[in-house]
């Protein structure tokens, strides 16, 4: 199983849908988990860190639920302006068995969103 | 300010050439990070620094070479690359421990080896 997988997509949606990506990950160790945005040829930005009690930041919704080891980012009267990759981001925990110490953060294969007029 | 700053933004490098990249940021990020990244994929994590000390190396090959002289700068040593390092190089920073927080990232270098 891959560390960190999310829906292949792409998703192509009218203006004003809402919008739901999915990522799960495979370490239960892990311990921090984040959704960024890429823009074509451009860098990957901080969209929202996700906590287990879910937040909410205007029309974006981000959860986390442990037991199933899945995160969640809801996107609610999608604009033009949020097409883009979506890339789920998880913390990973060091391999021990290599000597390794400190986390690193993994991402998912992205998934690309175009929101259409 | 969460900005991270990259020079240069594009590279044209010859296969015997030496050139290096640079990454700067004034946050006081005690971790950073390079990152390679393909055309259509993820960001593939490649060293870190922590406290300025190398503390990830995912087995990038030696033809690469990181340095981070102070807790602001991180470089990148290129030598004898071949055409299939061409990518988006990507230079992050967070603060507090490694992979506990957010990335900020700089908008990269986009590097081709001809």
């Known amino acids: 199983r891959k560390e960190v997988e999310q829906d292949p997509g792409p998703f192509n949606v009218p203006e004003g849908a809402t919008v739901a990506f999915n990522c799960t990950y495979s370490n239960s160790a892990s311990q921090s988990f984040f959704w960024y945005r890429q823009d074509c040829r451009k860098e990957p930005k901080l969209l929202m860190s996700?906590?287990?009690s879910g937040n909410e930041d205007g029309r974006f919704t981000a959860q986390l639920n442990r037991a199933s080891q899945y995160i969640s980012l809801l996107i609610r009267d999608s604009k033009l302006s949020d097409s883009a990759t979506y890339l789920c981001v998880v913390n990973t925990p060091p391999n021990r068995n290599s000597g390794g110490s400190n986390y690193k953060l993994t991402f998912g294969k992205g998934t690309l969103l175009t929101v259409n007029p | 300010d969460t900005e991270v700053t990259q020079t240069p933004k594009h590279l044209v490098m010859g296969m015997t050439n030496k050139k290096s990249l640079k990454c700067e940021q004034h946050?006081?990020?005690?971790?950073m990070y390079w990152y390679k990244q393909k055309a259509k994929k993820p960001p593939e994590l490649m060293f870190v620094?922590?406290?300025?000390?190398?503390?990830i190396n995912e087995s990038v090959p030696s033809r690469f070479s990181p340095e981070c002289p102070n807790s602001s700068l991180l470089n990148l040593h290129l030598h004898a690359l071949q055409p299939e390092d061409s990518a988006l190089y990507l230079c992050?920073?967070?603060?507090?421990?490694?992979?506990?927080?957010?990335?900020?990232f700089g908008q990269g270098t986009r590097l081709t080896v001809v």
């Open positions: 946050m006081g990020h005690r971790a």
């Open positions: 992050a920073s967070s603060q507090g421990r490694v992979g506990n927080t957010e990335a900020f």
């Open positions: 996700v906590y287990s």
């Open positions: 620094y922590s406290y300025e000390k190398l503390s």
